[in-house]
């Protein structure tokens, strides 16, 4: 299922934002003009990924709550104490507009 999100220029370089989609926390973020999506929560506790550090250097995200890294490419979990992935979604840019592929 595609998801028009919002405009590019909405998402300023080296930054994050987080979206309700159909009730998914979704957390898009701007890495040198490049978007990537992940789910916006936690896969160690509740927390949302988006109110953390964006680590631009190596397109990482950094958890607010204990500290866990996330990559923001593949959703993989990098550093403790999150041991699962999250998911990631193909996020694409469509006339000016970032366009979501979520699963049916
Ligand atoms: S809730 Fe994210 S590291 Fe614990």
Known sequence: MKVKLCKVIDI????????DITGEPVL???VNGKFYAISDICSHAMAYLSEGELMPE????Q??????????????AIALPA??????Y?????????????PD
């Open 58 to 61: 190596e397109c990482h995200v």
């Open 12 to 19: 300023p370089d080296m930054s994050m934002k987080s979206f």
């Open 90 to 102: 193909p996020i694409t840019i469509e006339e000016d507009h970032l366009v979501i592929e979520m």
């Open 63 to 76: 958890c607010p709550d204990h500290g866990a890294v996330f990559d923001l490419k593949t959703g993989e």
């Open 28 to 30: 898009v973020a701007n």
């Open 83 to 88: 041991v699962s992935p999250v998911a990631a």
